[in-house]
């Protein structure tokens, strides 16, 4: 994975979870998916915003600390994005005022999780990683 193809991966990853909210809403209605996107900048901003800052502040430290570990693979990634991602959704709806899951309901939880799992396999996709790499951390040994 080369440092360009991390930059990359990185702006653009965050992006997923928003496509998959517009996916979703095409499935139902197409119409209503342009009309979502044209007319809800505001909407926009609440998905990106959290998943730009998730990423930034759990992501990368997250993605260095499985490489330190020399675990750092698609699996690993997903499973913790998924993990990460419910947890930064709780985290994001506790912010609002919101006290147990009961409040905003458990589905917000799985978008969450599956939020975190789009990054985070977008982002091993966009870096350049595949299905059975395992990214390890050079200690300065000539391979």
Known sequence: MTNARKLMAFLIAPLTPLFGLVAVFAVQDLSAAVGLMLSSPSLSLFVLIPSYLSLAFIGLPLIWILRAFGMLNVWSLALSGAVFGALSVF?????????????????????????????????????????????????????
């Open 91 to 143: 985290l994001l709806f506790r912010g609002f005022g919101f006290e147990t899951l009961t409040d905003f309901g458990r589905s917000h939880i799985l978008i969450g999780a599956g939020s975190g799992l789009l990054v985070s396999i977008s982002y091993w996709l966009l870096a350049g990683g595949k299905r059975g790499d395992v990214e390890e951390k050079n200690h300065g040994a000539a391979a």
